[in-house]
């Protein structure tokens, strides 16, 4: 069991405060099937714990094994983790929600860009 899938100890209700928005995207462990839901699960733990020291270290291996596969993710990675830092969690999970819809389980291939003949045909 990684730090990441233990149960929340300690954790803050839901439905209290600001998180009542977001409750259509908490995700629970069993929705965990990519390393990028990881990601999100573990900034979405940190959060909800507050704390940021005990995550770390995942934090950052999780980083290490998006980026070596899908490097063009690099800028919304950043972006999320400027977040964490600031501890603006609702902006990290968002961005990395916004990877994840655009991901939709293409097996970390990089999509077409958005002017390639492949999307081109099909305009």
């Known amino acids: ?3 990441c899938e233990a149960p929340l100890l300690n954790s803050p209700p839901i439905d209290g405060g600001t998180r009542t928005e977001r409750r259509s995207t908490f995700m629970n462990y069993s929705d965990v099937t990519t390393p990028l839901r990881e990601f999100y699960f573990c900034i979405q733990r940190i959060e909800l714990e507050d704390d940021l020291a005990k995550y770390t270290p995942r934090y950052f291996q999780l980083m290490r094994e998006l980026l070596a596969s899908m490097p063009w993710i ?3 990675i950043t972006i999320a983790s400027l977040h964490v830092l600031a501890g603006d969690y609702d902006d990290a999970l968002a961005e990395i929600g916004a990877l994840i819809a ?3 389980g293409s097996s970390g291939q990089r999509p077409p860009a958005s002017g390639s003949s492949i999307t081109s045909a099909f305009s």
Request: proline share 0%; hydrophobic share 45%.
């Open 74 to 76: 690099r800028e919304a």
């Open 102 to 104: 655009a991901d939709k």
């Open 1 to 3: 069991m990684t730090l």
